[in-house]
């Protein structure tokens, strides 16, 4: 059965992108303090540490929340009565598969080789893994119930809660206390939402929706499957490689490497937050496709300029706060990264009309070649060529990636002018967008 979804207001849906690209900033930020109070009071073998271990959960939780967000996104407005045992089956399937992604990863050994060999560090994967994973998905719940506003003020709750338990939790153990700082405040958050979600959200939806969408997994399958597919192939690049570096280099050049890195995925977790809002105002009135491109590219090129112009000028002060090490590591690093942000914003902008459209094989298709061969050349040349070489593999694959997908984007752009004059039935189908910033 086929559901179309009524137009919103486009107050409301201002106010989400809104929402939602604040909880991007508030995230940026209080990540950013969070690692430059970790500096100071760690040495930088722990923060590498501390670091590598953030990557490789939010990875696994990545891959196991299967983009979900973008299924609830999807059918959660006309889901009716079945609203609460969707959203509960999809949180199941979130951990289900945090499970398995998890546990193949600490028999391959790759856990011992972050954390070490104690008995216990398995379970330290296993359980932040599956906390990541929930913590991902309900944004998507929380924004598909019409809580959007909310997720700001979650982001900032679990930010500020990681900050104020850092010094404590350092106290207690200078090599667990940092990644306790983050897990914890995580669960909490998980906790607090979820009781909102399950005790006012839902009921007030299923009270007010009028919706009948068929949202058992067999007939959405086909969606999630390719969603998941970009989704994930999205996360290889942006997370892989701090544990890569680790791996290879060592904690300590893993700590000098994150904080860059980071911004680079803060960035792009931004620019998405743009590509959400237009793909979902596209969805309820196809025909101000002109009106919505222009200003989404507008407002993309805005951002991603003023992040390059900034993070250019200012990156020595930013990595000076975390110590002088940091910023003699790190300057030339983040200066680097921050020459791909308009190419990256250029691939966004094509990964928004490649769902407007929904055609999404030629995205899979170019996120594909460039993980594959982004992850091969840095897993290979790594120990040659260090961190500052992995910045410029990483900018020639950003610039060649957005250069490949210019001809694939301008015939999109074509056939929806084409069809922006045509009724079409309005979906809310929002692009995956990268995770890892946290």
Known sequence: MTATAAPRKRRAMELNAVALMASTILTGVLGILFWIVAARVLPASAVGQASSALSA?????????LNIVSVLLRFVPGAGRATGGF???????????????????????????????????????VGATLCYAVFLVQDGALTALGGAVWVPLEN???????????????????????????????????LVVNTFVFRRLVPRHVTTSTGSVD?????????????????????????????????ELGSEAAAYFYVPWYIS??????????????????????????????????????????????????????????GSEYADQGTTLLRIIALSFPFSAGFVIFTALSVARKRLRP?????????????????????????????????????????????????????LVAGAGQPQQVQTEVPARPEGAA
């Open 265 to 322: 995925v803060a960035f792009g977790t931004l620019v998405w937050s743009i590509a959400m809002a237009f793909v979902v105002e596209y969805a309820s009135d196809a025909g101000a496709f002109r009106r919505l491109i222009k200003r989404s590219m507008r407002l993309t090129a805005l951002v991603s300029v003023a992040a390059t112009v900034v993070s250019l000028a200012a990156a020595p002060l930013l990595l000076a706060l975390l």
């Open 363 to 415: 995205l899979v298709t170019a996120l594909g070649i460039k993980a594959v061969v982004f992850l091969a050349v840095t897993a290979v040349g790594l120990p040659s060529f260090g961190v500052e070489g992995l910045a410029l593999v990483y900018l020639a694959a950003e610039i060649l990636t957005a250069l490949a997908v210019l001809p694939f984007g301008r015939r999109l752009y074509r056939e």
């Open 57 to 65: 959960i939010t990875f696994l939780a990545g891959l196991a929340q």
């Open 215 to 247: 949202v058992r997994w067999s007939s959405i399958k086909g969606f999630v499957a390719g969603d998941y597919a970009a989704s994930a192939l999205a996360s290889c690049v942006a997370l892989l490689p701090p544990v890569l570096v680790s791996a």
């Open 156 to 190: 900032l709750m679990a930010g500020l809660l990681r900050v104020a338990l850092l010094f404590p939790l350092v106290l207690l153990s200078s090599r667990w206390g940092a990644l306790a700082a983050l897990v914890v405040p995580t669960l909490v958050t998980v």
């Open 87 to 125: 959203i509960a089956r999809a949180y199941g399937l979130a951990l289900g598969m945090g499970l398995v992604v998890t546990l193949g990863f600490v028999a391959l050994g790759f856990g011992s080789a972050i954390l070490g060999d104690e008995w216990f560090v398995p379970l330290v994967f």
